[in-house]
């Protein structure tokens, strides 16, 4: 088996489908993590479509414990169903998590004078071998790709 064979199958397995040879050929030929990009994102997608496919459970979990209670009972009361609110969660969660990888990219968001800012540290993704070691390699801009990868057939 070659290493594009392996990297083509790891993608499958993660289920990257029809484009998982191109992910595998961009790692393969160009050098980059992609596989760990991929990983990423795709972990990223669980968290945010749970908002929505589980949405029956954390709205009952919220209505008995939880700090939004009193807002879940309002809206439930309004005429809003649990999928209402689960859709909201997750393009809450969505734009949550855009925000995040963009500001893995970019930290300085113009709240603080430029002075300040410059002075700040910074930070940055490591890949790291399935035995925690880093390879050298870095997880850059990770919002160009996290809207390509939303599950198909989810979202607004």
């Known amino acids: 088996m070659t290493e594009l064979d392996r990297l083509t199958a790891l993608f499958s397995a993660l289920g990257a489908d029809a484009d998982a040879r191109d992910w595998a050929e961009s790692e393969a030929e160009e050098g980059l993590p992609q596989l760990a990009r991929y990983r990423l994102l795709r972990t990223v997608w669980q968290d945010v479509d749970a908002w929505g496919t589980a949405a029956p459970q954390w709205v009952d ?72 070691v880093p390879t050298g390699r870095h997880l850059d801009a990770l919002h160009e790709d996290f809207a390509e990868l939303e599950p198909k057939g989810i979202g607004p």
């Open 61 to 132: 979990a919220y209505r008995t414990d939880g700090v939004a209670a009193d807002a879940v009972d309002r809206a439930l009361a309004a005429g809003l169903t649990a999928e209402d609110l689960g859709a909201l969660a997750r393009e809450v969660a969505r734009e949550t998590a855009f925000g995040v990888l963009y500001a893995l990219t970019d930290p300085a968001d113009g709240s603080l004078p430029a002075e300040v800012e410059e002075q700040l540290p910074c930070w940055r993704l490591a890949e790291l071998t399935p035995a925690g």
